[in-house]
């Protein structure tokens, strides 16, 4: 019974964690949303030479007029995907 809590405080601790670390991210790109400064790089992805995410299993991003789509998963576990306007 108390590895069960223990481990459910670990999973929702370390889901909480990445949602908010790909929240910051989606709002540093909102705020400085030149696209073509993104690179990754194995697992990590960069804006102009600055680490922004680490451990992506899987991004994607396309643009359709003036909305920028971003795909974005980390873990295999936590995926948003983020609509940003330039």
């Not at 790109?29 to 030149?34: E, F, T």
């Not at 696209?35 to 697992?43: A, E, S």
């Not at 920028?68 to 998963?73: A, G, L, N, S, W």
């Amino acid at each position: 019974m108390i590895y069960s809590l223990v481990e459910k405080n670990h999973t929702e601790t370390f889901t909480t964690q990445n949602n908010l670390v790909l929240e910051v991210t989606r709002l540093f790109l909102s705020k400085n949303n030149d696209f073509t400064k993104l690179k990754l790089i194995d697992t990590k992805l960069y804006f102009d030479n600055n680490l922004l995410l680490e451990n992506i299993t899987k991004y994607e991003i396309s643009k359709v007029n003036t909305i920028f789509t971003i795909d974005v998963c980390v873990y295999n576990k936590i995926c948003q995907i983020w609509k940003i306007e330039s």
